[in-house]
């Protein structure tokens, strides 16, 4: 068999509210020949996306700018209006609907979510996110002027953060919900005043105003449920109850029926709005009692209302109900659209979505470059700053686009279907039945032993593949990349030669705000996914990753809440474990109270020994347990900051600490029955020649391969379910569950060779010294925290640092074609 790398391309019960879902509704509905063409004219568009989803996006499209997050319609329909709420340049986007054409943007400084259009079209208010203020634009000859601002609040970092926005002309009033202060603005449209500051108790996302204009409906993002605001009275009436993470909001023209998007059930709640109760819940995912994974937020009627449809943002598509009698709704289909879709509108027979990261992944040529200026953003009223545009950085580097659909007939809704299952990886058999073969020591079907008992999962900090391992003999690297070669990593090198190079793996995630939750939990809640482009584009906001705020948390919890349902036991040593304490409750008593977590001041080895102290005693006493996660964070590296480690050093500590763990661990008596997998959270910080999501894993133990080439595409999710599978763990989102496991790493019998770790090749105890413009920036940076940084600039610093001051950094790429094909002789 030769392997190469081608070129290719949920069912809620609560109470007796009844649930409807998939599959949809479309049978004896189609034409055979007519839906063929639909089809094949999908499958020319269709892309392979590095996470193993495909997109074959349906309809039309126009360019919309770094993470769309809302789209409004003014209420002739003449205007529609676009927020751009990413890592890079924030705008906000005027759009002719009718004639599907970009009208006018501008750059704003902060902003996030929250549109609104004035009933006269003469207005668009906007949310101004952590300045904590609501910008007023004037529609002009089709073009947006600035012309007031409504004020919350002071700056960030006064925590206020307006979301969405709702405007009642018949009182004048402006209602603005916001999700740091969890509050309800009420404001007098003429005066630009705040009436009264109301407290919700949890985050919101976003309301509605009855059609009587007397009652305001809010879904409370981090609370679960939805509030009636008493418009007249100036009070919250009553909560209901809904799905989690309740996010947006869609009225029948009655007022009678509402439906609420809820993104970490994969459901939508049908809510009576006179009786206050849910009446049915509307399964949104592919298949009934699907994980979490469909992130479904968003929400939109047909112009007769009688169709749905809803918006998954983790499984590129819309949902299609019939919703024509409320109460007794039924799936009819999925309809393929771009990437991570984030919110959908109707006008007339056609249909509006948001991608929030576009169509694809793709190169960027004008990567990290130390010779290129720092981006610097002009906020004018007026056209994009062509300054804005001059790096790209992963972060912020797919662009979203608004897809444009015309409404479907039975026969068309029938082949776009049929698309999106083609482009889904996940499926319910998959997720208790995994790909394998009989006898390798990871099981096929959940639950089967494995005479692996023991699981280390060490987490590192943010390389790509070429960075380190391009020179592996036999993987596909470009050695023109190379920064921390054999040299610097002499056991990482080793690990890979002696058992398994990887050089397909890819992470999920893009930082490690989103990072370390992808690796914990195989993915990232819609409020993580939203919200940390905020924080890492110096925004305001808070490094909300890792267990630090509920609401970015799984409704399931992460790995640990899984094996302590499993009856698995499980120890951290600095994951999810801050300053000697833990992040998250399933953690209390479960993690070293003496393992360092985030300091750079303390080295890899260091840790290595704290983590020794502790496994030797628990070996001694047969306590060992199963699932073991670790962090070594000093690949990260301090950049060239005066008088602490070169990035040679910090990057060659972690290397050696590596080396001793799995040399240790070779040398302990439970080897034979132990497997250590490694990984980077992220792989931001750095160019590769494949994908800026490539990344280094390594895998080792007693029944690990030895001197095997691995070329099959692998995922963060890929070595979860690896994981869970050894465990006897269920996956805990579609995103695991839909992976390919990493069998062909392992040998059905054991091999008790152990692992000789190599000494370091570099001092580490060298330090930066000169004072070169990189020292400089250096110094300036916050090591404090992961990624508390400009991670764009310290990517060029640690470049120079390796290559010289003078020396250009090659551009990252990423290529939206990554896939194995095994071809039999």
Not at 289 to 297: K, L, M
Not at 457 to 473: A, F, G, W
Not at 575 to 581: H, L, M, Q, T
Not at 797 to 818: D, T
Request: aromatic residues 10%; negative net charge.
């Amino acid at each position: 068999m030769r392997t190469s790398i081608g070129l290719a391309i949920a069912c809620l019960s609560t109470a007796i509210v009844p649930v409807y879902g998939q599959q949809p509704d479309v049978a004896g509905k189609s034409d055979v020949k007519a839906e063929a063409a639909i089809v094949q004219e999908l499958d020319q568009k269709r892309v392979l996306l590095p996470n193993g989803w495909q997109l074959s996006p349906a309809g039309r499209s126009l360019p919309l700018g770094d993470l769309p997050l809302n789209l409004v319609v003014s209420s002739s329909g003449r205007y529609m209006a676009a927020t751009n709420n990413g890592q890079s340049v924030q705008s906000i986007q005027l759009i002719d609907p009718v004639n599907e054409r970009l009208l006018h943007q501008v750059m704003v400084p902060k902003s996030w979510y929250g549109l609104a259009f004035s009933e006269d079209e003469k207005y668009l208010y906007a949310s101004g996110g952590n300045d904590n203020w609501i910008l007023q634009y004037e529609l002009n000859n089709d073009r947006l002027v600035l012309r007031d601002s409504i004020i919350l609040g002071k700056k960030w970092p006064e925590q206020v953060s307006p979301a969405g926005i709702t405007l009642n002309h018949k009182r004048n009033e402006m209602y603005v919900v916001t999700k740091e202060n969890n509050s309800l603005y009420c404001i007098d449209l003429r005066s630009k005043e705040t009436r009264k500051i109301i407290p919700l108790g949890a985050e919101a996302y976003a309301s509605v105003l009855s059609r009587d204009h007397r009652s305001l409906f809010i879904s409370l993002w981090g609370g679960a449920k939805i509030l009636e605001y008493d418009v007249r009275r100036q009070q919250i009436k009553r909560s209901l109850e809904v799905g989690n993470h309740p996010n947006e909001l869609v009225l029948s023209k009655d007022g009678a029926t509402m439906y609420v998007a809820n993104s970490n059930d994969n459901s939508v709640s049908v809510v009576d709005v006179k009786g206050w109760k849910v009446i049915e819940v509307l399964n949104a995912a592919l298949y009934p009692d699907a994980p979490e994974g469909s992130a479904t937020n968003g929400v939109a009627l047909s112009t007769d209302e009688k169709t749905l449809y809803v918006a998954n943002a983790e499984n590129n598509c819309l949902a299609v109900f019939d919703v024509s009698e409320p109460g007794r709704s039924r799936s009819v289909g999925f309809i393929p659209v771009g990437w991570y879709p984030t919110n959908v509108k109707v006008t007339g027979n056609r249909i509006f979505v948001a991608n929030g990261k576009g169509f694809s992944s793709f190169a960027n040529p004008r990567g990290p470059n130390p010779i290129a200026k720092k981006q610097q953003v002009t906020y004018q009223q007026g056209d994009t700053s062509k300054s804005a545009q001059e790096v790209q950085y992963i972060a912020g580097l797919m662009k979203g686009t608004l897809s444009v659909i015309d409404q479907p007939d039975a026969i068309t809704l029938g082949a776009y279907s049929k698309a999106v299952y083609t482009n889904t990886p996940y499926s319910k058999e998959g997720e208790l039945l995994a790909a394998g073969e009989p006898g390798n020591p990871i099981p096929m079907k959940v639950g089967d032993p494995s005479p692996i008992k023991h699981v280390f999962y060490i987490i590192k900090e943010n390389r790509t593949y070429d960075q380190v391992l391009s020179d592996m003999p036999g993987g596909n690297g470009d050695t023109s990349l190379l920064l921390f070669g054999e040299r610097i990593t002499p056991n990482q090198h080793k690990l890979a030669k002696e058992f398994v190079l990887l050089d397909n793996f890819y992470v999920d995630s893009e930082v490690s705000a989103d990072g370390h939750n992808w690796s914990l939990a195989a993915g990232a809640t819609d409020y993580l996914e939203k919200t940390w482009p905020t924080n890492y584009g110096g925004r305001g906001g808070f490094y909300d990753g890792e267990g630090n705020r509920a609401i970015a948390n799984p409704t399931k919890g992460f790995i640990w809440d899984y094996c302590k349902r499993a009856g698995v036991s499980f120890r951290t040593y600095g994951e999810f474990a801050d300053d000697y304490k833990a992040n998250i409750p399933v953690l209390e008593g479960n993690f070293c109270p003496y393992f360092t977590s985030w300091d750079e001041r303390v080295r890899d080895t260091t840790r290595f020994y704290q983590w020794r102290r502790e496994f030797d005693s628990l070996v001694a006493v047969n306590a060992v347990p199963q699932f073991n996660s670790l962090r070594f964070i000093n690949d990260h590296t301090e950049g060239q900051r005066i008088g602490r480690p070169t990035p040679f050093a910090h990057v060659a500590d972690n290397d050696w600490a590596v080396g001793l763990f799995v040399e240790h661990l070779s040398k302990s008596p439970i080897w034979n029955q132990s497997v250590v997998f490694i990984v980077e959270d992220d792989a931001q910080n750095g160019p590769d020649h494949v994908d800026a999501h490539r990344t280094t894993a390594y895998v080792a133990g007693g029944y690990v391969k030895r001197n095997f080439i691995d070329h099959t595409m692998y995922s963060t999710s890929s070595m979860l379910r690896t994981i869970e599978l050894i465990l006897g763990l269920p996956p805990m989102s579609q995103y695991d569950a839909a992976a390919t496991p990493m069998w062909r790493c392992f040998s059905k019998t054991t091999d008790p060779t152990g692992f000789v770790s190599v000494p370091s090749n570099v001092d580490l105890n060298d330090k930066n010294v000169a004072n070169t413009p990189s020292a400089v920036k250096s110094a300036a940076f916050d090591f404090s925290k992961e990624d508390a940084i400009p991670d764009l600039v310290f990517s060029e610093v640690i470049w120079k640092a390796v290559k010289g001051e003078h020396s250009e950094m090659p551009a990252p790429r990423r290529s939206a074609f990554l896939q194995i094909k095994e071809e039999k002789k």
